[in-house]
Structure formats: C-alpha cells, structure tokens
C-alpha cells in the first residue's frame, strides 16, 4: 500500500519505517514559527520548564505581526517580551519593524520554509506553506514552546482527502475562489483531522500565489494540512529563495485516501462567503444587494503583489464609492516596494484608498479598521466568524481581490464584471 | 475524576473569536482573558456562570484561530470541563497541553437542555443528568492524551522524559 504525499513528508522526519493514518508520532521540526500573539505564552511556558536554550536558533521564527505596530501599552509589552527572548537566544529569523511583514507570506517570500519540510507555528494559518509542498500546521502555543525546546512535536498522522480539480478558470477567479467553493462544498468540519491534498490539471496551473490563498484556509475546512505536490511553478518559486537543500515529495499512485472529490472548475464564478462562516458561500451573482461600510484588500490570504496588481487593474481611474473606506495592505515591505515602483499604490490613492503598513491589523479585528456595530465590510481575508474584525454585530463578507475591487467601486458586493 | 456542575449549551462551530475575540488578546494574563469569555457568543456569559460550571457544544469546539487563550480564559473563568460532540483540532491539542478537560459525546448533546445539573465521571466514560439515572456514554480519552493529563500537561511530560 502506499503512502499520501504528507504521510511521506511526516515520516521522513521520524525514523520509522512505514506510517499509517491514526498513528502518534514524534517528529523533528523544520520550523517553529511564533508571532507577537501566540509567542509571549510559549516563551514563558519554555521558560517554566527550565528552558535555557532553543534546539536550534536558525530553526525558529518570529514575527511580530499581528497587533503591529504596537497598537498599545499591553501590545508594545507582548513584543518586548518576544523581542528580548529572541535577542537573547540569538533567533536568526526575527521580524519586525520596517522588517515585519504577515508571517505567512513573509516565510514564503524569504526562503526560511522549503518543500518536503516540517513546519509547525503558533498560528493557525500555518497549514500556508503546504502549497510549496511542505507538512505545515498550525499548534498552540504550548506546543510551540515544547518544538523550540526539543525540537520535536507529537501528531497524529492524519488521513487525506484527494481534491481533483479540472477545467480552465473563468476570467477573474482565482484560488480563492476555489477554495470558499470547497469550503462550501464540504463546510467548515468537512476535513477535520484531516489533510487536504490539491490536485489536477487546475492545479496543475496554478500559480503559486492562489496555491498560497488556497493551502491558506485549509483549516477553515478544519483541516490538520492543506498540501500541494511540489513541480515547475514550484521549482521556479522556491529556487531564487532558498538557503538549503528542499526535497520534492509526492504521493503514491496507489496512496489510500479517505475520500476523493472532484471539482470542475470552469463552470465557477467569483464566490463570496457570507457571515457568519466561510462555509456560507455563494456565487457573487448571487450575493443581491448587500451595501458595505469598508473593502480589505491584503492579509496572509490576499495580500502577496499578484492580488495587488488585479486589485489595480480594476481600481485603475476608478474611485472608492462615497462612504466606502478601501484599505490595501501589502502583506510584506517587499510586496510594499514592488507595488511602490510598479506603480501599483498611486492607483490606490488616486482611488483614496487607505494603504496600511504590511500588518496583521484589521484580518482580525486588531486596529487599522475595526468595524462598527451594524457595518459590513467584504474582505480578502480568510474568516468571518462574529466579531472577527470588530463590533460583534459587524458582518464581513470574504472574497477574492478582484470582488473586494469591484466591491469598493460600486459600494456593494459585485462582481468586476458589474462595472 | 468526577465533574459536577450546571450545563451552559452553545451550539455547533463555536469559534474562537467567540470563546475570546481578538481583540482582548494584547494579553495573556488569564485574569484579564478570564473577563471576557465566551463575550461573543453570550454577552453576560461571564456574570451568570459559577465555578465548577460545564461548557456544553456541538460540533467542532473551538475551530479558527490556534490562540491558546481560548482554553485559558474557559480554564481561568472556572469551567471545570468541556463537553461537544466534536472538537476542532488544534483546541483539543491545546487543551490536552494545557490541562483543560474537554470530552466528545454526541448522544448527550441533543438530551441536555441549558440549566441542567449533570455528573460526569471521567473514569468510567459516563454523564449522568442530575436528578434522574438517564446515562451516556463519553468517547474514551486515547492513551497518550491521558498521560499528557496525569503529567500534567505537554510541557510538564516533556520534562518528565
Ligand atoms: S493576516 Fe489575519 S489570518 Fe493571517 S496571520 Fe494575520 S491575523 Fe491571522
């Protein structure tokens, strides 16, 4: 029998000799990621347990990204405190300042995770990388504190669903759409426990900026992992970024899969995932007349230069309708440069956006445009759970970059072709 | 161990921005986190329930977001267990590494009705409905989590290692 492309990667960092779904293991760790959140409690919880040294400083990150810049006392403390435990344990890949930029697209974007690794991170959103074919989930932050001690963390090998996506993708869709459809498809426990491989000639196509957006909210399925089997687009990716050896895995011809689902994908329009879960979806055609207060373009799903540059392309000449605050966040300050000298942020401007430094800020509801009661914003982010980006009768509507453009012009959910 | 205590009931996909939103999370001080539990999902959650109180979901407890402070402010506000008929992943990890007790039963949840006292033994497997003999059965704890459990916690077992 044999194995899934993420039951090989798991085993390949144990020293067993087969593995199999529903098995504990103890694997080493890649990467242990941590972030101005989740960090602070691993840090005293390694220190509880008398920890004096990490496993290894160049296998630990830290990014502080979330309520950055420091949004207020308790905030500028929650960063001194991972500052100092980095500066101290001489951690190579620590972020932040005019350095920081969303964690998973910076990780990405620097080399610092690789196909064939093992990433663990105090994150959920961590299950990112799986598009460049690495084992990568997201823990708690006890978790995190035992990976950076020992180097080492207990799973349970999950089993996998096989998505086979066919068909060519209509103008303006993209992976974000695919995946709110999956999401639909099968809810927000349809993969529970679960790991979610991508295939098919789709997929096959994808660049590896939707690949990100998708592998990015495999855990809005409830999923341990999303993955993808690394190739050219891959290869050309990660070539020019990485700093050590990546490994290329892939499944079996003959790998068992819990379930295997297919899509096809051309007959998909722009989806739209209605409050209060990113399981509510519907094709954008069919979202009515919903009025919003705001349009988020960025975060870790939607904030890499590919979404800006489609953002631009319909923003371009076109404004912001009255009463509709547009904010543009450029996930990382090197996605900040390209679209300074690519041009892309005059067009914001000119279209008086609002363009927020490369933070987590208001993804989830920490500052840079919280919501108040009764508004509703459509955003490129990855979750729209009550409150999720303020007031607790707020409402965020999740979409791709080219809805959240179009959105912002005509002042309610649209399509681009609407304008 | 025995839990006994009033059942507060939430229904299915209780998220973590619900269970402790994002924006008290510039701390991770339990007291403070304590505050404001379950906020988003019951405004006066935290002036109604007493110590010893259970928490009572449907399926997937505790899916979005990996925060470590959702099982703490439960843990903190004095719940002394929870019970769903599914967990979202990495809030049962989280739970298990941190000492919050949390069991799977799916009969249970469309028996129990908010108010309830209810007796949950946690060695034999079984929840009692106060006041009557009517029983159900608990999903055994796998091993290896209950030895996370009588050590302790993760980090509490890796330093025994
Ligand atoms: S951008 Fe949003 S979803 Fe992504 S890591 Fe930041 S807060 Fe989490």
Known sequence: MGNTITEKILMAHTDLKGIAPGQLINAHVDIALGNDITAPIAISEFRAAGGKKVFDKDKVALVLDHFTPNKDINSAQQCKTVREFAMEHGITHFFEGGQVGVEHALLPEKGIVLPGDLVIGADSHTCTYGALGAFATGVGSTDLAAAMLTGELWFKVPSSIKFVVYGKLAKWVSGKDLILNVIGRIGVDGALYQAMEFTGETISNLPMADRLSMANMAIEAGAKNGIFAPDAITEEYVKPRAKRPYKFYASDANAVYADIIEIDASKLEPQVAFPHLPSNVKGVSQAGNVKIDQSLIGSCTNGRIEDLRIAAQILKNRKAAPGVRLIVVPATPLIYKQAMQEGLLEIFMEAEAVISPPSCGACLGGHLGILAEGEKSVATTNRNFVGRMGHPKSEVYLASPAVAAASAVLGRIASPEDL | ?161
């Open chain 2, 1 to 161: 161990m025995i839990f006994k205590g009033k059942v507060w009931k939430f229904g299915d996909n209780i998220d973590t921005d619900a269970i402790i939103p994002a924006r008290y999370l510039n701390t991770s001080d339990p007291r403070e986190l304590a505050k404001h539990c379950m906020e988003d999902a019951d405004p006066g959650f935290v002036t109604k329930m007493k110590p010893g109180d259970i928490i009572v979901g449907g399926e997937n407890f505790g899916c979005g977001s990996s925060r470590e402070h959702a099982p703490i402010a439960i843990k903190a506000a004095g719940i002394s267990c929870v019970v769903a008929k599914s967990f979202a992943r990495i809030f049962y990890r989280n739970a298990f590494n941190m000492g919050l007790p949390i069991f799977e039963s799916r009969e249970f949840f469309d028996a129990i009705a908010e108010g309830r006292e209810i007796t949950l033994d946690s060695i034999r497997g079984i929840i009692t409905l106060g006041g009557t003999d009517q029983k159900f059965p608990i999903n055994p704890i796998p091993p290896f989590m209950e030895q996370l459990i009588a050590d302790g916690g993760l980090m509490k077992h890796i330093a025994k290692k």
